[in-house]
């Protein structure tokens, strides 16, 4: 039976652990192909090994380049905005998450960047019936991201059949509760709180075939302590650097990078703090580069100890 999420709590446990103890919730976990990769459940569950982890610093950091049209003189100006960003980033190996640039400006941005060297998260968030997730996938294989994101709300059967679709060189990631909510709003949309919506959806996304997930930091400390989805990449967006400070800030739930990676993150998404760095004398990063070159030390240095 599916997980219902709507019932039942108690004192530091989850609603969905109040009504689903570990073995149903390995239950449904079987229903799913989480358990393929791995000899027995109990494997699984307490598997520590984590997919990326021979990945260098460059490889763990995205750099989200989102641009407002109204902020830049109009669509145009937002693609020079990230392609201006990209040309500063040249050798970083560093990865640009595009959104609404790349819908505005169509899957051939995704070339346009790998011409300058850089892996590209197309941050698409598909949700849709599964036959049009399926063609989304088919119009993907011509310019391969690296990393393209769906929600994991769309359903098992339609990211399956994207997965499909996608080439083999294009990871998956499945985006949970977003780090603007709280759980209030998680409430008030999927009627729990973030933490059980998260499982639901994670469990809904890893059925469907996903190579990894996307999900705040809360959630990450929260799989890292209970040992699930162990097989899957764990990406986290909302990163906060320590000396970045913003007063109009609407991400809820955030981290520093290297608490992020001290959790088990595979990968960081960062924004803001990168995205808009100027000359200042707060001493903050001057400019792109040398924020992300600080956020590049951040994760060598929690790598290293």
Known sequence: MPARLLYGHREGVSRCEALFPQPVLLQTARRSNFFSKHSSPFVALMRLERNGEHMNASERLIVAADFSPKKCGGPMGAYGKVMELAHALRGTGVSLKVNSVLRARGIELIDELHE????????????????????????????????????????????????????????????????????????????????????????????????????????????????????????????????????????????????????????IIVGRPIVGAKQNDLGQPQSPREAVEWTLREIEQTLAT
Not at 173 to 194: K, M, Q
Not at 213 to 222: A, I, N, R, T, W
Request: one cysteine or more.
């Open 116 to 267: 300058l060297g850089l892996g590209v998260m197309a941050d698409f968030k598909l949700n849709d019936i599964s036959n049009t997730m399926e063609t989304d996938g088919e119009f993907l294989t011509y310019c391969k991201p690296e990393l393209l994101t769906v929600m994991a709300s769309a359903g098992a059967n339609g990211i399956r059949k994207l997965r499909a679709a996608l080439s083999p060189k294009t990871e998956l990631l499945g985006v949970t509760v977003f780090t603007s909510f709280n759980d209030a709003e998680s409430e008030r949309i999927y009627h729990a709180p973030c933490w059980d919506t998260f499982l639901q959806l994670a469990f809904t996304a890893e059925e469907g075939g996903v190579n990894g997930l996307v999900m705040s930091g809360d959630e990450l400390k929260k799989l890292q302590a209970r040992k699930i989805f162990g097989g899957l990449t764990w990406n986290i967006p909302a990163i906060r650097p320590a000396w970045y400070k913003d007063p109009k800030d609407d991400q809820l739930r955030v981290v520093t990078p290297a608490e992020a990676i001290t959790d088990g993150a595979t990968r």
